[in-house]
Nanobody, 124 residues
Framework: QVQLVESGGGLVQAGGSLRLSCAAS????????MGWFRQAPGKERELVAV????????YYADSVKGRFTISRDNAKNTVYLQMNSLTPEDTAVYYC?????????????????WGQGTQVTVSS
């Protein structure tokens, strides 16, 4: 089991940027597909971005393509989410998650390990 701790959230104005970090412990993330998800009040948790074990393959939700970048440093056991050109619609709690299942996993149900989340609030 891998433990995940997110950081880097906060309040930012529209058009601004934030960089989220997800520090893992208890197990190397090199054996996990890693993803970032978000959940806004009253909405279901949704995938934001996912990266394969090597970091070569990355998938993004349409709503964040061209603005967000997921990356991973397996040596540091850390995953990042660079968020640029933020809009109020990006306001949510952002979660880091790890999946031991093979392939690049895009479904919430495929992830067994979750962080506690970090709040991102974008003001207009």
């Amino acid at each position: 089991q891998v433990q995940l701790v997110e950081s880097g959230g906060g309040l930012v104005q529209a058009g601004g940027s934030l960089r989220l970090s997800c520090a893992a412990s208890g197990h190397t993330i090199s054996t996990y597909c890693m993803g970032w998800f978000r959940q806004a009040p009253g909405k279901e948790r949704e995938l934001v971005a996912v990266t394969s074990r090597s970091g070569v393959t990355r998938y993004y939700a349409d709503s964040v393509k061209g603005r967000f970048t997921i990356s991973r440093d397996n040596a540091k056991n850390t995953v990042y989410l660079q968020m640029n050109s933020l809009t109020p619609e990006d306001t949510a709690v952002y979660y880091c998650a790890a999946s031991i299942r093979l392939g690049v996993r895009q479904n919430v149900a495929d992830y067994d390990n979750w962080g506690q989340g970090t709040q991102v609030t974008v003001s207009s």
